[in-house]
């Protein structure tokens, strides 16, 4: 039997000589019907590009292939070698054999237009449907994919849907041209943890509903475990491994897969927290937070006045003491980073108490953002960048300090000539590194690391990890660090603090949190965290979202009643 | 300098530096008197004489020899775009700067001060202000300088309010880095590359907003010339003497040629992150 897909030898290049910068040397790979491949590997492995060679999308990013042949069995049984194929064939291939579903579901809708109007306008390209038979089209599709009261969600502009609810809309206008092949780069890589479950689940599904196949591109090994068939590991353009998903992952033969497998932070359910460090009882707190408020002012209308606000956080409490790491985990809008942005005094507290110890530094508490490639200003050079601190608090630039920043960048692991260098000259580990010595750089005794790994390689964001670690004994730091991935928040936290809608509603140490989570959205969230290890459990589709924030004026909510679940874990009771 | 040679490497600033600097030696020696014929001398004899070897450009109605007088308009309105897009550019980054940090009411209000000026075509503005305040090179300058205050406030206002919420200036604010620090180091050097390149198209729009005010008698006085100046005088010997109109004319292009040629090779130098690959 023909394969579905069978690449030989590909080669793609980009720039004036494409054959000069080559960014695919040579993959292969062949793909049945039904079958799901999965192309894993780091950021500039080439497995975006691989991808998108086989709808000729590179051609419109600058790319060209330079070699190797991409045979597709179109629908009525042709076969088209794509690296051939002239644009006229390749739309119509695009639109009816091929699939393809982006990273971030924001800017592949178009915000004018309704959901509703985009998938009918899939209906009708692909299948000629009109009127009312493409709406009833586009409602059973949005049933299709899960989506809760189809029919007025067809009304809804993509900024009113959720991150999860968005890509679900454009998995339904995939699906409008019942394509044979279906391309998912990174599809879930902007979403939360419980949300990508929901997805991954979904995609499994329709595949089995519809038969067709599924090329799905990821950083994240322990992602794909639950849906490959065949795995494909890239690195710097070529297949080091590729072969069975059982074969790959439980008797991986290149070093490079081995590596990855053992950089991806595993989840352990608890079994794998740290030891060292653990809480002094009676140890005075370096920040003490009690019963935080933020609210913000939701106006309705240009001149109106508030006609509500949005809870951020509501009746938050708990305190850090020197040398321990608090983590806050729960999702995008849970409040966490309002939280962390409150402790530095970024955002303006509505009520409740925040205490900071004034002890060693005249800035105790620090921050060290999620991207590193903001949170630099990109021209200036990395004397100035550490040097601003020390400014800010009334230093002046002279050896001293120059002593000081060396000594640091030596200590996060950068070269001395760091110093004259400019940010983009720096990858996004060693940016981040940049980022750490410059909010150590005034000494002080907190430092909220923001979602700081969560946009570094995996094996980037474990020497980071070990790194914060080291620092963390070495200075003596109290860790507030704020995360949605409980796999890396098992690696580096003490305590856990679970925040949903606003409000905790779980704390304690790491170990009873993570192995005996108590709280129903505890559990959901560590039940939503792939792993290797759990790739034969089957997930359900769960449609749950999160509540909104936007309460009437005068709203206060319920006081929280807490019971004690152990020794230091504290649970919300839920109410019914 | 550095930056100098690395806008003579680039190949679209060696030429616009070399328009530039041809025209500024040009006007340097004007000033200086080093003029090949006095430029306010009439050579009664040699009226409306074409180029020749004796007059480069040829000689006016009055036998005034045009290459000498350009020499001294090309200096004359030069002054008069670098001042005022040196008011219109300090006045507007320090507008637009204040706007977007502010913020709320003050945005509010600057902008809207500068939305009424925007209103105004150009030269109309000008004209009235020079009405208001007598004709004269102080006052052009003023004039025009106010007419472009607007677009800087503008140019500078919508990247800073952007700048404002990137997250090196939240960290900034994490460290207690005082206002003027992160005005200067975090938002306005962020602005260099779209502040050189609004003010070498200012100096374009200025050079001919000048050249229009003095055509209508109301920037430069005759008998100074300016280009503007050259350019009315012209008007009425059109056809009988092409090349009083064509010279200041092709002039006034090259001009502005140059300083966008220039104005695009600073932008991909400054910007750190096009240095590795200039276009």
Redesign the interface.
């Given at each position: 039997m023909t394969p579905l897909l069978s690449v030989k030898d590909l080669h793609v290049g980009f720039g004036r000589d494409p054959k000069a910068n080559e960014v695919v040397k040579g993959v292969s790979f062949d793909l049945a019907a039904g079958e799901t491949l999965a192309i894993v590997g780091e950021s500039g492995s080439g497995k975006s590009v691989t991808a998108l060679s086989i709808n000729r999308l590179v051609d419109f990013g600058g790319g060209r292939i330079t070699g190797g042949r991409i045979t597709l069995q179109r629908g009525d049984g042709s076969m088209l070698d794509v690296t051939k194929a002239d644009e006229s064939a390749l739309v119509r291939v695009r639109g009816s054999d091929i699939g393809m579903i982006f990273q971030e579901p924001m800017t592949s809708l178009n915000p004018v237009h309704t959901v509703g109007a985009q998938i009918e306008e899939a209906f009708k390209l692909n299948r000629g449907l009109t009127g009312s038979a493409a709406t009833r089209a586009a409602k059973e599709a949005l049933e299709r994919v899960r989506i809760p009261d189809s029919a007025q969600r067809l009304k809804y502009y993509p900024h009113q849907l959720s991150g999860g609810m968005r890509q679900r809309v454009m998995i339904a206008m995939v699906i409008a041209s019942n394509p044979r092949l279906l391309i998912a780069d990174e599809p879930t890589t902007a979403l939360d943890v419980t949300v990508q479950a929901q997805i991954m689940a979904l995609l499994a599904e329709l595949r089995g509903e519809l038969g067709m196949s599924m090329i799905f591109i990821t950083h994240d090994i322990g992602l794909v475990a639950g849906i490959a068939d065949q795995i494909m590991v890239m690195q710097n353009g070529v297949a080091v491994e590729q072969g069975a998903l059982d074969a790959v992952l439980d008797n991986p033969q290149h070093d490079y897969t081995r590596h990855l497998l053992k950089a991806v932070p595993h989840f352990n359910g608890g079994r794998a927290v740290r030891s060292d460090g653990s809480r002094v009882a009676g140890a005075a707190p370096v920040v003490r937070v009690d019963n935080l408020v933020v609210r913000f002012p939701a106006a309705k209308g240009l001149f109106a006045r508030a006609a509500g606000a949005v809870h951020a956080v509501d009746g938050v409490s708990f305190d850090l003491v020197p040398g321990e790491t608090l983590a806050i985990v729960g999702e995008s809008g849970s409040g966490k980073s309002t939280t962390a942005r409150a402790i530095?005094?970024?955002v303006g507290t509505t009520r409740g108490r925040i205490d900071r110890a004034s002890g060693r530094s005249?800035?105790p508490?620090?921050?060290v953002?999620?991207?590193p490639f903001?949170?630099?200003?990109?021209?200036?050079n990395v004397e100035?960048l550490l040097a601003?601190?020390a400014?800010?608090?009334g230093q002046r630039r002279d050896a001293k300090l120059r002593e000081r920043m060396a000594f640091l960048l030596a200590r996060v692991g950068l070269p001395d000539d760091a110093l004259t260098r400019?940010p983009?000259q720096f990858s996004g580990g060693q940016r981040q590194r940049l980022?750490i010595a410059?909010a150590l750089m005034?000494n002080p005794e907190v430092v909220v690391l923001d979602e700081a790994v969560s946009a570094l390689d995996v094996s980037v964001q474990a020497r980071v990890l070990d790194l914060l670690i080291d620092l963390q004994r070495e200075f003596g730091l109290a860790y507030l660090f704020i995360s949605h991935d409980m796999a890396v928040v098992e690696r580096i936290a003490h305590r856990i603090a679970v925040m949903y809608a606003g409000q905790l509603v779980e704390i304690g140490t790491a170990a009873s949190v993570l192995s005996d989570p108590q709280h129903s959205y505890t559990k959901r969230l560590i039940a939503a965290v792939p792993a290797i290890e759990r790739r034969k459990q089957v997930f359900t589709v769960d449609a749950t979202q999160v509540p909104s924030l936007v309460r009437p004026k005068g709203y206060e909510p319920q006081p929280s009643r807490w019971r004690e679940a152990g020794p230091d874990h504290r649970v919300r009771l839920e109410t019914v | 300098m550095g930056l100098l040679r690395a806008v003579l490497r680039h190949p679209s600033g060696r030429i616009g530096a070399a328009i530039i600097l041809l025209f500024l030696v040009v006007a340097a020696l004007g000033a200086i008197g080093l003029t090949p014929h006095d430029p306010l001398k009439q050579y009664v004899i040699d009226r409306l004489k074409p180029p020749s070897g004796t007059y480069w450009f040829g000689t006016d109605l009055l036998g005034r020899d045009t290459f000498s007088r350009l020499m001294l308009g090309i200096g004359e309105s030069f002054l008069v775009a670098f001042a005022s897009v040196a008011v219109a550019a300090t006045a507007g980054t320090v507008i637009g700067l204040f706007a977007a940090w502010w913020g709320h009411l003050w945005d509010g209000i600057l902008m809207r001060i500068m939305d009424v000026l925007l209103a105004f075509p150009a030269i109309l503005l000008a004209l009235l202000i020079v009405a208001i305040e007598g004709p004269g090179v102080a006052t052009s300058i003023t004039a025009i300088g106010i007419v472009y205050t607007p677009i800087f406030a503008r140019v500078v206002r919508a990247p800073a309010l952007a700048l404002k919420g990137?997250?090196?200036v939240?960290?900034?604010?994490?460290?207690?880095?005082?206002q003027p620090?992160i005005l200067s180091?975090?938002l306005l050097?962020?602005l260099?590359a779209p502040l050189t390149v609004q003010i070498t198209l200012a100096l374009a729009w200025a050079l001919l907003t000048e050249s229009g005010l003095s055509f209508l008698g109301l920037g430069t006085q005759p008998p100074a010339p300016s280009l503007g100046v050259m350019l009315a005088e012209s008007k009425s010997m059109m056809t009988r003497a092409p090349w009083l109109m064509v010279f200041p004319g092709l002039t006034i292009m090259l001009a502005i040629l140059g300083f966008n040629l220039f104005g695009d090779a600073l932008r991909d130098i400054l910007d750190?992150?096009t240095q590795e690959r200039p276009a």
């Open positions: 530095l005094g970024l005249p800035r508490v620090q921050m953002f999620q991207d903001a949170s630099l200003n990109p021209r200036l100035s601003e601190p400014i800010a608090a400019f983009h980022c410059r005034l | 990137r997250e090196f939240e960290a900034a604010r994490t460290f207690g880095s005082s620090y180091r975090h050097l962020n260099v750190p992150r």
